[in-house]
């Protein structure tokens, strides 16, 4: 891991990747300032900022096959999406900007005699087009909301598409261009699918979608695993994806099960009632499942919304980038108390005093990247006393040292980092609390569904499956990584040319840590440190052996130069708020203690010197 070049994918030879190697200072800068040696040599990157390369070809034979060469397209999983990211740029960009804009719509062709094995995973594709002018815009959209398709998704349906069993839905498509041609000419598959008459093709067309709460009304499951493993090399099981949902909602839930349990049949709903939440009315289907963290945020933002109507919203603490955007964009706005402190929650108690009314506060427990805590008994006491809902971002913490739930109307988190560990898929969560003021409101909202605006369950099956088998010694992990994370810090505290040392167990706000802390619980695998001059962060950096790059939560130690890659427009306004430019964050993994003690010993007598 400590070897990979510039570019190369974190974990190395990993084709859905969510981290990329870069393993100085200066390409972290040259990454940032879009120069080609960095971004020209890039495999892979951090998906919510790089458009990964299997995207990228499906892109371009959809432009090729519509005739729109010369245009820009981003992909999404379904026209709802896609309509909500037309508007946005309707909203945001100047008139110019958005006069080209279209979409393009791919459906799954019923015609096929092989699409009855494929309507399981209800693959489809819709394309916002776009000219180079509105692309920014479309790029936020995408960027803010996570809602775009995962790479993975997008490799699969790009097969599907060159077979022809993907066609252009003409009626639901909206163009600009005329005399558009529709997909390529339709590949019949293996002989072993083909079926001679129509009216078997027919019965095809007419095999009913998978029921949503269970596996009612699915095809032939059997088939349909064996087609996909034969005809596109898959290794994937789909009569245990909705097992595999269940799966991953208990864990979530504090309520785990292991592999053994993971079969067909639903497990008993009273195994809910015993969960480290500490919520017995808890269900499962109060957990929802998104494709990634960020999409958790906004979607957890369109549901409040949803269910309080138009306010504008609080974001409490030091944000992660994009979930400020979020409330900033998507509504009336937002206030922000980029501190998280006492006196922020002073000031805002007078507000609500004067009369002020918001929609939620949105906070992260702890931040990224100061690791500070909110005080959450005193967020939840103003909350019921002047109507607002908290929202808790959950992903540092880990359920499986804080409980945070008590205190939220939803709880959200990325499930890509901890939870998964292997840096290969991507995914989110939001729980709604059954005991929340708004919980009633925020159901409605989601079982409205899709044509109601509601929620939209756009989680890949793919990814469902990679994410299962990931999270599966979610909680045994834990445990290791609390102690390297503390035995880490304490060689950093001790080390002349270090600063501060950011970690929930040394800051000012431990108390608000431990107030939510599990019996037994750590205090994370995420710590920031800040050296006394900018030149020994750089070597440090540098000379550091583990990986480096985006992304955290990793099952190995993953060191970054957070605030250049996530503030680096804004890196004054960040100083302002106590978040140094020159910050590392470092997220730490699996290894052995002593080795990595060693490590970081080493990096530091050469950033000494």
């Known amino acids: 891991m400590i070897d990979l070049d510039l570019g190369a994918s974190i974990p190395p030879h990993t084709a859905h990747a969510v981290s990329v190697s870069l393993p100085t200072w200066k390409s972290n800068i040259g990454y940032e300032e879009g120069e080609d040696w960095v971004v020209g040599r890039m495999v892979t990157g951090y998906p919510r900022f790089f458009i990964h390369r299997s995207i990228q070809a499906f892109i371009a034979d959809i432009l090729d096959s519509l005739g729109r060469k010369d245009s820009k397209a981003f992909l999404f999983p379904t026209r709802q999406i896609a309509d909500r990211c037309v508007s946005f740029v309707k909203t945001h960009a100047p008139p110019a900007a958005f006069s080209s ?22 693959p489809a594709i819709s394309a916002v087009l776009c000219s180079q002018e509105a692309f920014p815009f479309v790029k936020q959209y995408w960027q803010h909301t996570g809602d775009g398709v995962s790479s993975r998704r997008a490799e699969f349906c790009h097969n599907l598409f060159k077979d022809g069993l993907l066609r252009l839905d003409e009626e639901g498509s909206v163009r600009t261009t005329q005399n558009v041609p529709t997909s390529p000419k339709p590949c019949r598959g293996p002989k072993r699918y083909q079926r001679p008459s129509s009216v078997e093709a027919t019965k095809a067309a007419q095999s009913p979608k998978p029921a949503p709460d269970g596996d009612a009304g699915l095809p032939d499951l059997h088939e349909t695993s064996r087609f996909l493993e034969e005809r596109y090399g898959r290794n994937l099981d789909v009569s245990f994806v909705h097992p595999a949902k269940s799966a991953i909602k208990r864990r979530i839930a504090g309520a785990l099960r292991g592999v053994s349990e993971l079969t067909t049949a639903p497990p008993p709903e009273h195994e809910m009632e015993s969960n480290s939440r500490g919520i017995p009315n808890l269900k499962e289907e ?7 963290g960020m999409s958790a945020i906004f979607n957890s933002h369109r549901a409040l919304l949803s269910a309080r109507g138009s306010m504008k919203s609080v974001n409490f603490g030091f944000p ?19 501190h998280g402190s006492e006196e922020d929650l002073d000031d805002l108690e007078k507000r609500l005093q004067g009369g002020d009314r918001f929609l939620a506060l949105f906070c992260e427990f702890p931040g990224n990247p100061l690791l500070t805590c909110p005080n959450l008994v005193r967020i939840r006491q103003l909350a019921d006393k002047y109507d607002f809902a908290v929202v808790v971002d959950e992903t540092i913490g880990t359920f499986a040292n804080v409980n945070v739930l008590p205190f939220a109307d939803i709880v959200a988190s990325s499930l890509t980092k901890i939870f998964s560990g292997d840096c290969n898929v991507m995914g989110g969560s939001a729980i709604f ?41 979610f909680a045994s992990r834990i445990d290791r990584i609390n102690t390297n994370a503390e035995a880490i810090c304490d060689v950093l505290r001790t080390c002349p040319i270090v600063k501060t040392i950011f970690y929930p167990k040394y800051n000012t706000s431990r108390a608000n840590y431990e107030a939510c802390q599990l019996p037994g619980g750590g ?31 990793t099952n190995f130690t993953l060191t970054s130069p957070y605030v250049l890659l996530a503030h680096y427009q804004e890196l004054d306004w960040a100083e302002g708020f106590g978040v140094d430019r020159n910050l590392i964050r470092i997220s730490v993994g699996l290894e052995e203690t002593d080795h990595l003690v060693t490590i970081m010993r080493n990096a530091l007598e050469t950033a000494a010197k």
């Open 101 to 122: 804009l279209s979409t393009a719509h791919l459906v799954l062709d019923t015609t096929q005699p092989t699409s009855g094995a494929l309507a399981a995973l209800s």
């Open 286 to 292: 109060d957990v929802y499942l998104f494709p990634c």
């Open 320 to 338: 992660y980038v994009d979930t400020f955007k979020v409330l900033e964009k998507f509504g009336p706005g937002a206030v922000f108390y980029g």
């Open 433 to 473: 609390n059954p005991n929340s003021r708004y919980y009633s409101a925020l159901k409605e909202w989601a079982e409205a569904g899709a044509d109601g605006a509601g929620y939209e369950d756009t989680y890949w099956p793919e990814d469902v499956m990679f994410m299962e088998r990931n999270s599966r010694d």
């Open 523 to 553: 205090y994370g695998g995420l710590l920031s440190v800040v050296f006394h001059r900018p030149e020994q962060a750089v070597v440090f950096y540098d000379v550091v052996e583990t990986a480096k790059g985006p992304s955290l939560g």
